[in-house]
């Protein structure tokens, strides 16, 4: 059965440091692009980050580059997303998915939330 599982949210005060795992069951990951994305309390889902499978490339939206660093260990079969100088912007459900048929996103994990605060 596919399955991703996201795992490491947890409240930080600001400019502290989080580490989500997202681990796999039932796929590869090395083989598919797989993107972080968060959704905040009345706000839209918005992409945070992705790993391309073919060459590794990265991506990050504009507010987290420099602060969040996007990895991939292959043996565990598992991406990570390092989240550096945390804000409270940064506050949200963080979710993992996989382009699993190459046509968008279409396998996602539960979640996990990630609350930055004073």
């Known amino acids: 059965q596919l399955q991703l599982v996201e795992s490491g949210g947890g409240l930080v005060q600001p400019g502290g440091s989080l580490r989500l795992s997202c681990a796999a069951s039932?796929?590869?990951?090395?083989?598919?692009?797989i993107g972080w994305f968060r959704q905040a309390p009345g706000k839209e889902r918005e992409g945070v980050s992705s790993?391309?499978?073919?060459?590794?490339?990265?991506y990050y939206t504009d507010s987290v580059k420099g602060r969040f660093t996007i990895s991939r260990d292959n043996a565990k079969n598992t991406v990570y997303l390092q989240m550096n100088t945390l804000k409270p912007e940064d506050t949200a459900v963080y979710y993992c998915?996989?382009?699993?048929?190459?046509?968008?996103?279409?396998?996602w994990g539960q979640g996990t939330q990630v609350t930055v605060s004073s």
């Open positions: 039932g796929l590869t990951l090395d083989m598919y692009t």
């Open positions: 790993i391309s499978s073919s060459d590794g490339s990265t």
């Open positions: 998915a996989a382009d699993i048929n190459g046509g968008g996103y279409d396998y």
